[in-house]
């Protein structure tokens, strides 16, 4: 059973940064991929921001690229989401996900809003 528990959103403004965390429990943790997604309104589908491998590959989404760094620490099984240059846009429920096996794993969310 893995648990993942994220932290550090918040209001900022345009411009602004933040950095997120997501804790992980388990012993998994160095062997999996982590990736954050967001869910930015009502009927809209999650999105995929930015994934990190075991090995510290990083894959991002268009919308953020020079933007956002996905990292990681294995010795702490967490993992992060430095956002800079925040828009209005990136505004959303940010979660933080990793799968083992054919069980995905997700965290409550944490919100982000950025005020133009």
């Known amino acids: 059973q893995v648990q993942l528990v994220e932290s550090g959103g918040g209001l900022v403004q345009a411009g602004g940064s933040l950095r997120l965390s997501c804790a992980a429990s388990?012993?998994?943790?160095?062997?999996?991929?982590m990736g954050w997604y967001r869910h930015q309104a009502p009927g809209k589908q999650r999105e995929l921001v930015a994934?990190?491998?075991?090995?510290?590959?990083?894959n991002y989404a268009d919308s953020v690229k020079g933007r956002f760094t996905i990292s990681r620490d294995n010795d702490k099984n967490t993992v992060y989401l430095q956002m800079n240059s925040l828009k209005p846009e990136d505004t959303a429920v940010y979660y933080c996900?990793?799968?083992?096996?054919?069980?995905?794993?997700w965290g409550q969310g944490t919100q982000v809003t950025v005020s133009s």
């Open positions: 996900r990793t799968a083992s096996g054919i069980t995905d794993y």
């Open positions: 388990g012993s998994i943790f160095r062997i999996v991929a």
């Open positions: 994934i990190i491998t075991p090995g510290g590959s990083t």
